[in-house]
């Protein structure tokens, strides 16, 4: 057999397998399926993996009936009879994922012949993440249906992986599509669009389990067009009854009025019974919708993606989630490393109106002294020049005066630029012209590499030549979709549908790199409403896109941060307390609760940005109280965190590592955990609980029920309290952001800080004791490339339970702006004594630091060499 799949990149090992279908090997854990429609060749512009792939040493087999290709890890097991591909753990003979059958199905796209593609897999499996963010509140999406298309609110990444708990490795699967894709099509309606849009209909399960019902139109069928309108806003609410008598068993589904309501709306209820008659009672307002239902126990997954030339996707041998995720950055690239002003707070609001509306907001949070590092000019600032990278000379007269003034105060300008562009500017005539817009549209086209360069040096003459620091690419998926049955560079703009948002970061990063190495380029910062596979290795943040201010909209954010880092994409952020805010938000109790707990979630939250629309949201405007509240139980503990948060970043692109990450990626083994989506790990050592929910006491202290998993007990950051694992309910005060410290860690604090270069001495070293802990403190310049050089300094810190002893080794390291001494005051945390944002009583040992190692012990509170 000849290998007819012709890749663009690296070409590493390839192998055919059968007359159609071929593995590339790109490492012993990673293999690459391409299977064609027919004997013909194929050839793919690659677009998410772009990497050149070694030789690897491997085996084949050829024998009646199967061949075998197989490295010191994984082995492919092809079936003649069957043509199916399955995947074994070369030294345990484990089944780790199975083709259970694929399909294509003729189509025309834009007149050129083509097809559609659906492949489904089966494995013995607990679990199922990834896909990208929604706003479903899933995190486990095994069985769910799902359609992955881009909008404003949700972004598609198409990268699973699952998990076992028996101690066999899981997988990780990239599937390689830029078309609109669809998991797990549901197939069994119980509601058929067209029918009436409110009452009841009975369901009996045929096994037992969780069941998934879906709301929306039904997904295409293979040869179907997918036709989908967005649902601005909306309402849905599905419960079930059982009628044996048992009573409601829970509101399945319920979006009450949010702004952009998604395109899947798919809701879990658990533990159905087989041949018990449920009564399912539904109200919807989503036009052409119908109901259907899926159970959410086979252990079967599809794709079927709407064109497509070959199937093309990527397995990969996953021991632990962390190595899924390090998979998939093997091969869509490496998140880096941000500047450190970046994990500081960002000020935004729609929008700024003038340069002088922007200064003096600076300056209050200054006056204030209100911990501030980036402040964002929102869109409109052209005025009435046109759509487009332009400043309107009457309301910003000196745009590089501005961004030099904020500069002076330690704060960065990030600033809104669309792909679009007003029909009356240069920009669009440039455009034009040159063919560089999609058709009949006012969008440039990403996929032409000549227009991404064009779309750079706008904002390089207007933004990047006057020290602006980021740009936020609004809109991205694009908005109103202009490349839908659309001609760009690479063919059909539906076959790349996806993956927009990729190619216009890819503009910004590969500009600013080029072009300015040592400053914006050396660590690119976008922000960006719409996200894909690979998008990570621009410097791209996703920001959950235009959400509603409500308890429910938030408790979707925290689900949605999740699923997303899940799919290997560590840089998230999102519109803290809604971009869509209530009219009394000045003066509600009920905003100002709500607000502040959302604060409270994004300081554990990649990027902490606060937005809204027609909104004065400087958190002073909701009154003394309230910004006393938010300042410190949320924005000062983002700047005292930052020594754990920005050497947490640092292992990011260092090893791959998940900053924010659901509780399945550290106790996969622990089946209460998998669907867990309102607890979350931050860093090695705190788990995050935020509060979703209105307190009923009128001092706003919430009381809600966590699960803790693990064998250490965890402690209360501000009460000292040990909490044994296990379900358990805790409180927090208003003032208190909903955070547990794992018994068995070393906690490093910054002082208190007004920006995030600020000078970090003292440090604040918090034993919390009841096992061994370790950390590792990385510092360097905050800024430069020169830490990828060497230039940066580790220190180990270890804390051993059996001794009692801290043990802060020796610097690793060095750059030129390091401190050469500094003091570390240690604390041993016991309640009334190391705890909350700023500590409780003295230090029990105070460390003189200059590099060498040191030793401290509980029991002593001394410090010896």
């Not at 209909?201 to 019902?213: A, L, N, Y």
């Not at 300094?793 to 750059?815: M, N, P, V």
Request: hydrophobic share 40%; proline share 6%.
């Amino acid at each position: 057999l000849a290998a007819a799949f012709v890749p663009s990149h690296g070409r590493g090992t390839i192998v055919p397998l059968g007359p159609t279908v071929e593995v590339q090997l790109c490492s012993d854990t990673i293999f690459r399926v391409a299977r064609r429609p027919s004997l013909a060749p194929v050839r793919k512009t690659p677009l998410v993996v772009q990497r050149d792939w070694p030789e690897v040493a491997y085996n084949v087999s050829r024998k009646e009936g199967e061949t075998v290709v197989w490295t010191d890890r994984v082995a492919a097991h092809y079936s003649h009879a069957t043509g199916l591909v399955s995947f074994r753990d070369s030294r345990t003979g484990a089944l780790l994922l199975a083709e259970a059958g694929y399909e294509f199905a003729k189509t025309l796209d834009m007149g050129q012949d083509t097809y559609q593609v659906e492949q489904s897999w089966v494995a013995d499996h607990d679990a199922l993440y990834g896909g990208g963010g929604y706003q479903n509140g899933l995190v486990d999406v095994l069985g769910s249906p799902l359609q992955m298309v881009q909008s404003n609110t949700e972004a598609v990444v198409p990268y699973f992986w699952g998990t076992r708990r028996d101690g066999r490795p899981g997988f990780g699967l990239l599937w390689d599509n830029t078309a609109w894709t669809y998991l797990n099509p549901p197939t069994d309606a119980l509601v058929l669009p067209g029918a009436p849009s409110r009452g009841q209909v009975t369901f009996t399960p045929s096994s037992r389990g969780d069941h998934f019902f879906y709301v929306g139109r039904p997904f295409p069928q293979m040869g179907e067009r997918p036709v989908w309108p967005d649902f601005r806003a909306g309402y849905v609410q599905v419960n079930i009854t059982d009628d044996a008598g048992h009573g409601n068993i829970l509101p399945v589904l319920s979006w009450s009025g949010l702004a952009n309501t998604p395109r899947s709306l798919a809701g879990r209820a658990s533990n159905l019974l087989p041949g018990t008659v449920y009564t399912v009672t539904y109200n919807w307002s989503l036009p052409g919708a119908g109901l259907y239902v899926r159970e959410a126990s086979q252990n079967r997954t599809t794709l079927r993606s709407f064109l497509g030339d070959f199937i093309d996707y990527y397995f990969v041998l996953a021991p632990s989630p962390h190595d899924a995720v390090a998979g998939y950055r093997i091969l869509t690239g490496q998140a880096p490393l941000y500047a450190r002003w970046a994990y500081g707070f960002w000020q935004c609001k729609e929008h700024y109106q003038s340069q002088h509306e922007v200064l003096e907001a600076a300056r209050g949070f200054r006056e204030r002294w209100i911990p501030l590092d980036a402040i964002v000019q929102d869109w409109l600032y052209w005025g009435s020049l046109g759509w487009g990278p332009q400043w309107d000379r009457a309301q910003y007269p000196d745009p590089a005066g501005m961004v030099a003034a904020l500069k002076a105060q330690n704060i960065h300008l990030m600033v809104s630029v669309w792909s679009r562009f007003g029909s009356n500017t240069s920009f669009y005539k440039q455009m034009k012209q040159r063919g560089w817009l999609l058709d009949n549209s006012t969008y440039y086209d990403a996929w032409n590499p000549e227009a991404r360069s064009a779309f750079y040096n706008f904002s390089k003459a207007a933004h990047f030549s006057i020290g602006v620091g980021a740009l936020w690419l609004d809109a991205s998926e694009p908005e109103e979709y202009p490349n839908t049955d659309s001609k760009c560079y690479l063919g059909s703009g539906n076959a790349f549908a996806n993956s927009y948002s990729l190619m216009t970061t890819q503009a910004i990063s590969d500009g600013l790199r080029r072009d300015y190495p040592e400053h914006q380029g050396a660590r690119v910062f976008s922000l960006t409403r719409s996200s894909f596979a690979g998008q990570q290795r621009s410097g791209a943040t996703l920001w959950s896109g235009d959400i509603s201010s409500s308890w429910d909209s938030l408790r979707r954010q925290v689900a949605s941060s999740l699923a997303y880092s899940a799919s290997g994409m560590p840089y998230w952020s999102e519109d803290i307390g809604g971009f869509i805010r209530p009219h009394d938000q000045y003066e509600s109790d009920a905003y100002r609760e709500l607000l502040t707990r959302w604060f409270q979630f994004g300081v554990f939250t990649p990027i902490f940005r606060t937005h809204g629309a027609g909104s004065k949201t400087e958190i002073w405007n909701y009154g003394s109280p309230t910004m006393q509240l938010i300042n410190m139980s949320a924005i000062t503990l983002r700047y005292r965190l930052l020594p754990y948060t920005y050497s947490g970043f640092t292992r990011v692109e260092v090893e791959s590592y998940t900053m924010q990450r659901g509780l399945a990626m550290d106790f996969w083994d622990d089946p209460k955990v998998l669907d867990i989506a309102d607890e979350f790990m931050w860093g090695p050592f705190l788990l995050v609980t935020p509060i979703v929910a209105p307190s009923v006491e009128p001092n706003g202290t919430a009381t809600r029920r966590v699960y803790l998993p693990g064998d250490r007990p965890w402690v209360h950051f501000h009460s000292g309290e040990n909490l044994a694992p296990g379900d358990r309910e805790v409180r927090f005060a208003l003032g208190e952001a909903p955070v547990l410290v794992r018994a068995g860690s070393v906690l490093v604090l910054g002082p208190p800080a007004q920006s995030a270069i600020a000078r970090a001495d003292p440090m604040e070293v918090r034993v919390y004791t009841g096992g061994d802990a370790n950390f590792t403190l990385w510092e360097d310049d905050g800024a430069s490339t020169a830490y990828r050089r060497g230039q940066q300094t580790r220190i180990r810190f270890k804390w051993t339970e059996a001794t009692q002893e801290l043990a802060i080794g020796d610097r690793e390291g060095s750059f030129p702006e390091m401190l050469e001494e500094r003091t570390f005051n240690v604390f041993f945390v016991r309640p009334g004594h190391g705890l909350g944002v700023m500590g409780a009583g003295d230090p029990d040992a105070v460390v003189h630091y200059t590099g060498a190692a040191l030793r401290a012990r509980a029991t002593e509170m001394s410090i010896f060499m």
